[in-house]
């Protein structure tokens, strides 16, 4: 098995990149969240990597975290849900969100990714909400559930905003779950937005 791969991105498409390691150029696919974490790096880079083998196919996919690469692996366990539809998912989804689109039954999350539709989402919540809940160590200690039991309240009231504005209740949730909990609404909704829209 291949746990890693580092070295210089030679070429980056659409869901995939080129890593040239040891002269030999590996083209790895991968989600837009982790092109995005690897194209302003000029030096080398690590991929945290699964390696699928099938009677045709031979690919290496990589992610730039390895809690994106546990999201992966737990996707690609769902019957029905295949390697490219594990990147849609996490293209659309981060980690964190993911985790929390899971634990609150969030079907609509997962139907936004490409390729996903109302079966297959509830299929995915049905078999990954308990192997989730045993990960969370993994995905992150912040996203299973909704919030601590101590959450302040303007971290709820952030996420009531995002939700009127159009965004899932998984989402925003992950979104603030990433920014400073001191800050105030009028940030957390600011950083919010920054983070769903990928700046």
């Known amino acids: ?3 890693s791969i580092r070295g210089k991105i030679t070429y980056t498409g659409g869901d995939f990149v080129v890593i040239e390691c ?9 989600t837009l ?12 880079v690590t991929l945290y990597t699964h390696l699928s083998v099938r009677e ?29 539809a594990g990147l849609a998912i ?22 936004k990714a490409k390729g996903v539709g109302p079966k297959v989402a509830q299929r995915i919540i049905l ?10 160590d993994l995905l ?9 039991a101590d959450v302040q309240p303007d971290t709820e009231e952030a ?9 899932s209740r998984s989402e925003a949730m992950g979104a603030v779950a990433r920014l400073d909990k001191t800050m105030s609404v009028s940030e957390l909704i600011k950083g919010a937005l920054k983070v769903l829209s990928g700046r």
Do not use: R
Request: net charge negative.
């Open 140 to 148: 992150s200690d912040t996203v299973y559930s909704d919030f601590p």
């Open 127 to 136: 078999e990954l909400k308990d192997k989730v809940s045993k990960e969370t």
């Open 56 to 84: 045709d196919d031979i690919s290496l996919f990589g992610f730039s975290s390895y809690d994106e690469l546990k999201a992966y692996e737990l996707l690609i366990s769902v019957s029905g849900v295949g390697p490219k």
């Open 22 to 30: 040891g002269g030999i150029g590996y083209m790895v696919n991968t």
């Open 33 to 44: 969240t982790t092109i995005g974490d690897i194209s302003v790096k000029n030096d080398e």
């Open 159 to 167: 996420v009531l905003a995002l939700t009127s504005l159009g965004y």
């Open 1 to 3: 098995m291949i746990y």
């Open 90 to 111: 996490l293209s659309a989804l981060t980690p964190q969100s993911f985790a929390v689109a899971v634990a609150s039954g969030d079907q609509k999350a997962f139907t």
